[in-house]
Structures are given as C-alpha cells and as structure tokens.
C-alpha cells in the first residue's frame, strides 16, 4: 500500500470523530459509517484487511462515545470473541479449513489435474472449461457457502489449463452460488425464506387475516419476480459462450492469456491421466452424497414419508453448518483411503501432513471472514439496517414499492455484507406496507404489489450480498478460486450492476404496476444479451 493510500487510510479514520461532535438520537445516519468506512477503504487501498479492522474499530469508537481504549477492548472481547463462539460461524470457519486440506490431497494425488485432462480433453477451450464451472454450479445448488467453496477449489486447475483468468473464475462461482440457491426450492435457504415471509404476515396483527396464508405459496408465486438472480445467471452464461466481456474483466482476460501463453511456450503437451479421475471422483462424490444425505437424515426426513414438501420442511429444519462440517470430514477420510489404494509420489511427507499444509494455505483468507464477522456485529449494534429500513418511509405510491424494496434490500445487504439477515431485518417490515397499500384481500389472493415486493426483498438481498467485499460468500468465493477478493469485487461488479439496473428498470419498475413478469423477464434477457454481445469485447483468442 503506497503513501496516498496509507494518508487516506488514517483520513477516514480519523473522520470517525467528527460524528461525536453531534447529539446521538436513535441510530441516524453514523449507523453507516463503519459499513462506509470498511467498504470505501477497501476499495482505496485494495487492503481486505485493514479496511476492515478499521471500519470495526471506527463503529466501536462511536458506540463507546469516543473512548478509543474501551473501543479497543471491545473489538477482541464483545465482537470478536462472540463471533467466533456463534455455531454457524465456527463452523464455517472449521468448514473452510478442512475444505483446504481436502482440495490439497486431491491436488497432490494428481486427481484433480487428472479430473481437468479429463474434462478439457485436447481442446482445453475457455468456453469448455467456463461451461464446466457453470454446470457444477448448478448441480451444487444445496447451499450457496458450500456452492462457493467446492466449486472453486474443484474447478480451479482446469480453469487454469483452460487459461481462464483467476477473476472470471471467481465471478463465475460466485454468480451460480447465491443466486441459483435462493432459486431453489429444495435447498438450505427454502425454510429460512418461508419464515421471513410468515413474520411479516404475522406483523399484520390480525391471525384471522394471514392464518391462511401458506408461505411456501408466496415463495414460488414470488419465483418469476426474482429478476436479478435470473438475468446475471444469464450473462454469466453469455459471457462464457459469446467469450466477451467489458470493464476490469477485460483486462483481467487478456492478461491471463499473455501469461499462459508464456508457460505453454515451454511446456510440452501432457497425456491423459484418465486413471486417476477416479482419485477426485469418489470423494467429491461422497462429499455431494454425505452434504444432501446429511440434511435430510439431520432435518428428520427419515421419520415422515418422502415428499417434495416433506423434504424441503427436513432440509430447512437441519443443521447445515453441522452437516457440512460432517461431509467434509467423510470426504477427507474417502480422499486418504483412496490415496492409500492408489499412491501417488507428489504427496510427500504422508497423506495427513498434505492435508494440514492445505488447512494452513487458508488461514489468511479465513481470517477476512473473522473481522468480517467482528464489523457485522457492530453493524447490528449501531443499527444500520433499521436506519435504511425507516428512510423508506410509509408515503410511497404502491407502484413504486418493488423498486424501491429492491434498492432498500440492496443497500442493507451490501452495507451488512449478509443476505440472510437483510431478509430477516426487510421482508417483517415491508409485508405490511405492501398489504397496506393492495388491500388486504386483494393481497392475501395474490394481486396487488404484495408478491412482487416479496422478489424484490429476496433478489435484492442476494444482489447487495452478491457485490459486498465484506460477504461470506464473496470471500469464499474469491479464496476458492485463488484470487484476490478485491479484485473479484472490482471485476464482477460491472456485471452484478448490469443485471441489477436492469432487474430495476424492465422488472420491479413495471411489475409494480402490474405488467406480467414473463414479458418483463423476456425484456431483461434481451438487454443482457445486447450489451455483453456489443459492449463486450474478446479478452483471448
């Protein structure tokens, strides 16, 4: 980081006290200076790290009133601590690290590089491979962690034969994780987006009103209005088969082919190693089997017959966290069992060491989710996402309300880093005021704005998320695929955005008013489809 970078740094920072020089009523707009803090340093000084230790410790700073030594304290015993002794949270983290120890073996056995022969074949095109990557992403779409991780840290040494750049890689997994797993009706999002929707009927005071009411029924009326996870599926794949793409990715591309094309020069062509696929196959296959096995047994699915309800109420009810942790671990087992069959002379030093030195290569990018989690405990605390909530105000005409809980959800969802919780934080909240604003029974049968408000709340979530540098699964994302996350975010951010003022202007803009989303929908592939064929260019040949 250069001087410039290091005086704006300490700039910024030290803006944090001119807050206090104005009386504290309710959270007000300094709720959104740590979020600001973190996100705009990061983009400044390309330092993940440091932009977010600061934007936890310039929201701390504010909540002690200025006391920067208790502010301090607090950062390791009140955010940091508390983070790391939350479930879900640790076992990411634990998930995270075998997910590198796991990978590694594959890697040193030679099945993954076995797994890229196989699949590329003589061609090794970036269509293939990009096609490869989009593919699994589909078929992992259980959970969007798991999605991020697996797929990139499976994908990546063919992506790398196939000379795609580190950041398209990233994109790629990325924008078939979330957004594919908020589509879903069977995965883990499923019963958690049904009980958003259940609170905020609940907020209407009156059970005679929504007792009725299935949220499982709005969820799937809501399905055509989920606009952005649509069209920036959609340019995913266009910019894949059309082999175009504009921005930071541009360049991105092109200097990914020039230094392939240095180490070809050199290399000779390797043979196929067709029979070590089955090295990477088995335990891939035990982990995918274990994951969707795992949440059904776990969720209680064994003890009610086997239907589509049945199942998607199983997998809502398990402990994902658990059970990815759990087929993780059967996964490592099957990987040393089957090194063990078939040994390879790479992995020196015995199966168990390759397995830590793999834990050991993700500390660092494990430790961005930590201060991650640190900054989003004291977003919670200074109250953020309430602030943004309550400037939406309750004057708005009916129309507009899709449009502008999209942008609401966005902003709430980037500056939190979190889907799950803007849902949780939005949807209780904007229920009513769209049931206001239809009518009650035109509401409850499905007219009015209620259900593309309800879209909008889930899509908006997703894409606030999808662009975060502080996400989850934006890290995940760019450590899975070895890259670095603030060049992941400037480089997928062209296109989230595309798809976004697009979701914005053909879809919630005009739903709210009643056109039919098919038409809509129609429209915004449409102009997808224009821009990355005409604003794209060819990074490689």
């Not at 969007?144 to 994908?155: E, F, K, Q």
């Not at 089955?278 to 995918?288: C, G």
């Amino acid at each position: 980081m250069n001087r410039n970078r290091v005086i704006v740094a300490w700039a910024v920072f030290l803006a944090t006290f001119l807050w206090l020089l104005f009386p504290v009523e309710g959270p007000g707009p300094r709720a959104l200076w740590p979020s600001a803090v973190a996100v705009g340093l990061a983009f400044v000084t390309r330092d993940i790290y440091l932009s977010l230790f600061l934007g936890a410790f310039s929201g701390a700073i504010l909540l002690r009133h200025g006391n920067v030594a208790g502010a301090f304290l607090d950062l390791p015993a009140r955010y940091l601590l508390p983070a790391l002794q939350n479930p879900w949270n640790l076992s990411v983290l634990v998930f995270t690290l075998m997910m590198g120890g796991f990978v590694e073996l594959l890697n040193r056995q030679g099945g993954m590089a076995a797994l890229a022969d196989g699949f590329l074949g003589r061609s090794r095109t970036r269509r293939r491979a990009g096609l490869g990557v989009f593919t699994l992403g589909w078929v992992m779409f259980i959970d969007g962690l798991a999605n991020a991780m697996l797929v990139g840290r499976t994908m990546r040494p063919i992506a790398d034969r196939a000379r795609l750049s580190r950041e398209k890689l990233a994109f790629i997994v990325d924008s078939t994780s979330s957004p594919i797993a908020g589509l879903a009706l069977i995965s883990t999002w499923v019963a958690y987006e049904m009980s958003v929707i259940r609170e905020g009927f609940e907020n209407l005071g009156d059970p005679a009103r929504w007792g009725g009411v299935a949220p499982f029924q709005m969820l799937v009326e809501s399905l055509p209005y989920r606009f952005y996870n649509y069209l920036v599926l959609w340019i995913v794949f266009l910019t894949i088969w059309l082999g175009r793409d504009y921005g930071p990715m541009l360049k991105a591309e092109r200097r990914a082919a020039a230094l392939h094309e240095a180490k070809e020069s050199a290399e000779e062509p390797g043979e196929s190693r067709w029979g070590r696929v089955f090295v990477a196959l088995l335990p891939l296959m035990v982990l995918i089997f274990v994951v969707f096995g795992g949440l059904y047994v776990q969720g209680g699915g064994l003890e009610a017959p086997l239907t589509l309800a049945n199942m998607i109420a199983a997998f809502g009810r398990a402990d994902a966290a658990l059970v990815f942790v759990c087929a993780t671990a059967f996964a490592v087992v099957a990987a040393m069992l089957v090194g063990a069959v078939f040994p390879n002379g790479r992995s020196e030093g015995g199966m168990v060491r390759t397995f830590f030195e793999g834990m050991n290569r993700m500390f660092l990018p494990a430790l961005i989710l930590v201060f991650a989690w640190m900054l989003n405990g004291i977003i919670q605390e200074i109250g953020t996402a309430p602030y943004l909530v309550s400037l939406l105000g309750d004057r708005l005409p009916a129309g507009w309300l899709p449009a502008t809980v999209f942008l609401l959800a966005a902003v709430v969802s980037f500056s939190a880093g979190t889907s799950w919780g803007t849902m949780a934080i939005v949807m209780p909240l904007v229920i009513p005021l769209a049931v206001a604003l239809s009518g009650v029974e035109t509401a409850i049968a499905g007219g009015g704005v209620l259900v593309p408000t309800i879209g909008a709340v889930l899509a908006g979530a997703v894409f606030g998320d999808h662009c975060s540098p502080i996400s989850d699964t934006t890290i995940v994302s760019a450590v899975s695929s070895d890259c670095d996350t603030m060049a992941h975010v400037r480089t997928q951010m062209p296109y989230a955005m595309t798809a976004a003022v697009l979701a914005l202007a053909v879809g919630y803009g005009p739903a709210g008013w009643g056109v039919h989303p098919a038409w809509l929908l129609g429209a915004g592939l449409a102009a997808c489809w224009a821009m990355v064929r005409f604003a794209g260019q060819r990074g490689q040949s």
